[in-house]
């Protein structure tokens, strides 16, 4: 009761009006609605309702621009709190595939929590005559571009392509809308290998008929245990994955990030939260706003390095 007590707080600055103080917390998802982060920012907005007190939370999806169209109203918003966004990995990654940005990922926001990490896993057809990424790659060097790997976006197609150049072997890329019709070419023997979320691959286990060979995280992932990462299988530091954070205005003071970060950790504490991501197949990995700020520098660079060393081409 203390701690709900305490998280009833209104988010913003002491010092507002009070009927300021009652206006709503936006959640701004800058896709489209139905999809993974929709359906998380959804999910957390509810969870975090109780803890609120009378001020009230929407999400709000505003698509457009591969996220940049909603992420620039909240890069342009008053910095009091009421105005956050959530946005998955291609957000840094957009500075360096886009000819032209209307603000600075890193710059223009205030980390206010990561949520979720979005492991990709490597899914292969069950016809194919290998099991792992060791035969992948002899298979590869045998029958040179005979296997083709299926993207969805520009983060599966960067993991996709790097993989292929850290084990020196062609994997054309082959590009898909949707990871629900990546994985049903999979299946039907189509298309040899594909890299997808956890969540599109799952519900296609069952038939048998693909196989998951490897997981892109340094960890691996609780929805396939089993399965090795790309590193445990010999390819040195390759840790490349998606997430989900929840970012604010540049200007955010950083006490109200705190607190913000805080009403977030109690609803992630809670028993019916961590049971409702599960069953979503959402993979949590709550950090707060220093560990996310690092988290988007450290993917910042990366990215920055494919694009000088021609891996990345803006578009």
Same mark, same amino acid.
């Given at each position: 009761?203390?701690?709900?007590?305490?998280?009833?707080?209104?988010?913003?600055?002491?010092?507002?009006?009070?009927?300021q103080?009652q206006?709503?917390?936006?959640?701004?998802?800058?896709?489209?609605a139905?999809g993974?982060?929709?359906?998380?920012?959804?999910?957390?907005?509810?969870a975090?309702?109780?803890?609120?007190?009378?001020?009230?939370?929407?999400?709000?999806?505003?698509?457009? !621009?591969?996220?940049v169209? +909603?992420?620039?109203?909240? #890069?342009? &918003?008053? %910095?009091?709190?009421? *105005?956050?966004? /959530?946005?998955?990995?291609?957000?840094?990654?957009?500075?360096?595939?886009?000819?032209?940005?209307?603000?600075?990922?890193?710059?223009?926001?205030s980390?206010?929590?990561?949520?979720?990490?979005?492991?990709?896993v490597?899914?292969?057809?069950?016809?194919?005559?290998?099991?792992?990424?060791?035969?992948?790659?002899?298979?590869?060097?045998?029958?040179?571009?005979?296997?083709?790997?299926?993207s969805?976006?520009?983060?599966?197609?960067?993991?996709?392509?790097?993989?292929?150049?850290?084990?020196?072997?062609?994997?054309?890329?082959?590009a898909y809308?949707?990871?629900?019709?990546?994985m049903?070419?999979?299946?039907? !023997?189509?298309?040899?290998? +594909?890299?997808t979320?956890? #969540?599109? &691959?799952? %519900?296609?286990?069952? *038939?048998?008929? /693909?196989?998951?060979?490897?997981?892109?995280?340094?960890?691996?992932?609780?929805?396939?245990?089993?399965?090795?990462?790309?590193q445990?299988?010999?390819?040195?530091?390759?840790?490349?994955?998606?997430?989900?954070?929840?970012?604010?205005?540049?200007?955010?003071?950083?006490?109200?990030?705190?607190?913000?970060?805080?009403?977030?950790?109690?609803a992630y504490a809670e028993?019916?939260?961590?049971?409702?991501l599960?069953?979503?197949?959402?993979?949590?990995?709550?950090?707060d706003?220093?560990?996310?700020?690092?988290?988007?520098?450290?993917?910042?660079r990366?990215w920055?390095?494919a694009?000088?060393?021609g891996?990345?081409?803006?578009?």
């Amino acid at each position: 009761m203390r701690r709900r007590a305490l998280l009833a707080t209104p988010i913003l600055l002491p010092g507002l009006a009070r009927a300021q103080a009652q206006r709503p917390i936006r959640i701004i998802v800058p896709y489209a609605a139905g999809g993974g982060t929709d359906i998380l920012a959804r999910a957390l907005a509810e969870a975090l309702r109780p803890a609120m007190g009378a001020q009230p939370i929407v999400v709000e999806n505003r698509a457009g !621009g591969a996220g940049v169209v +909603g992420s620039e109203a909240v #890069a342009r &918003a008053e %910095p009091d709190g009421t *105005t956050l966004c /959530a946005v998955v990995s291609t957000h840094v990654m957009n500075k360096h595939v886009m000819a032209q940005m209307p603000f600075d990922p890193l710059r223009d926001f205030s980390p206010v929590a990561m949520l979720a990490r979005n492991t990709m896993v490597l899914a292969a057809s069950s016809a194919l005559p290998f099991t792992d990424v060791r035969g992948l790659a002899a298979h590869a060097r045998a029958n040179p571009r005979a296997l083709s790997t299926g993207s969805t976006e520009a983060l599966s197609s960067f993991i996709g392509q790097e993989f292929a150049r850290r084990l020196g072997v062609e994997l054309p890329d082959v590009a898909y809308r949707a990871g629900s019709q990546l994985m049903t070419d999979v299946v039907a !023997g189509h298309l040899p290998l +594909g890299w997808t979320s956890t #969540a599109s &691959a799952t %519900p296609h286990m069952a *038939t048998g008929r /693909a196989r998951i060979i490897a997981v892109s995280t340094a960890t691996r992932t609780p929805f396939f245990p089993d399965v090795p990462t790309v590193q445990e299988q010999g390819v040195a530091e390759f840790d490349l994955a998606g997430w989900v954070a929840l970012l604010g205005p540049a200007a955010l003071p950083d006490a109200v990030a705190q607190r913000l970060h805080g009403a977030i950790a109690a609803a992630y504490a809670e028993p019916a939260f961590q049971s409702r991501l599960a069953a979503m197949g959402i993979e949590p990995d709550l950090r707060d706003p220093a560990a996310t700020r690092a988290a988007m520098a450290r993917e910042d660079r990366i990215w920055a390095a494919a694009r000088a060393a021609g891996h990345l081409t803006p578009q």
